[in-house]
């Protein structure tokens, strides 16, 4: 799934774009086409456990859970801070059973952040803008629903981000698309924190919350995947320029502050 993805030898860059799915890179259907399988409300050929039901075969839902063509949050906030599903790794991890496709192979010291304590190691962010919190508190209060996502094949879902001790500032298992420049005219296209270094550790006099950047690890190249499932890879200057017609924000921010701890 994602570990074939964020090889960056195997990424297309923008310029070779194929319009579809990368060959030989999405080999798991659920990520090629439907990621999280959001259509057929699974909600995942790895991810089916976040409907709150086990994903033996035969099973059926909990009565009153209907997640149909809706994406799944990065943190759920309504789970308590000792639950390690309260991140979305820890949630997919039992369906993937591989550590390593969650984090960058170019990362040093790569780890896998199993639950909210280590919720800083991760090195591939998953966007804050799906983030879940009934209150309102430290995120939405309703998932997402795939239909709102005017342009999904511009719309990033994942992308590299920087890993490192939760105590430190870093959030690695997220990144937040709300903390960097905003876009006067389109609002969708306000960007992340984003360079080719370390930002967490460059303005580590930001608080958490107000960092969470995107991280350009590949030679100033940042790899994504998008809501329809297809990868890409950007420069830093691409992004910051916002001319590429990125979606970071797809979705309004309800409040000035909702992008969590």
Not at 91 to 106: A, D, G, I, N, W
Not at 170 to 185: L, S
Not at 223 to 241: K, M, Q
Request: aromatic share 8%; hydrophobic share 30%.
């Amino acid at each position: 799934m994602l570990a074939s993805l964020w090889d960056p030898s195997r990424i297309l860059p923008i310029t070779q774009r194929t319009g579809g799915v990368v060959p030989e890179v999405l080999n798991r259907p659920a990520i090629g086409c439907d990621p999280f399988g959001i259509r057929s409300g699974e909600w995942g050929y790895s991810c089916s456990d976040l409907l709150g039901r086990p994903p033996a075969s035969g099973s059926s839902p909990q009565q009153g859970h209907s997640h149909e063509n809706t994406l799944p949050p990065s943190a759920d906030y309504g789970l308590p801070s000792g639950d390690p599903k309260r991140i979305w790794t820890a949630k997919v991890l039992p369906y993937v059973q591989s550590r390593e496709v969650f984090s960058c192979p170019t990362q040093p010291g790569r780890a896998f952040p199993t639950n909210w304590n280590v919720r800083g190691l991760g090195s591939i962010g998953y966007t804050t803008a799906t983030a879940y919190d009934a209150t309102g508190v430290e995120g939405f209060t309703t998932h997402l629903r795939l239909e709102t996502l005017v342009s999904p094949s511009q719309s990033p879902l994942f992308a590299d981000t920087p890993g490192g001790p939760t105590s430190e500032k870093y959030r690695g298992f997220t990144f937040d698309p709300y903390n960097g420049n905003d876009n006067a005219v389109d609002p969708r296209l306000g960007t992340p924190l984003i360079a080719a270094t370390d930002l967490t550790r460059g303005m580590s006099q930001l608080s958490a919350s107000a960092l969470k950047p995107v991280y350009a690890r590949h030679g100033g190249r940042v790899n994504l995947i998008h809501a329809d499932g297809h990868a890409e890879s950007f420069t830093v200057r691409t992004i910051i320029d916002q001319t590429a017609g990125l979606q970071w924000r797809f979705r309004p921010q309800p409040r000035a502050s909702v992008a969590g701890l």
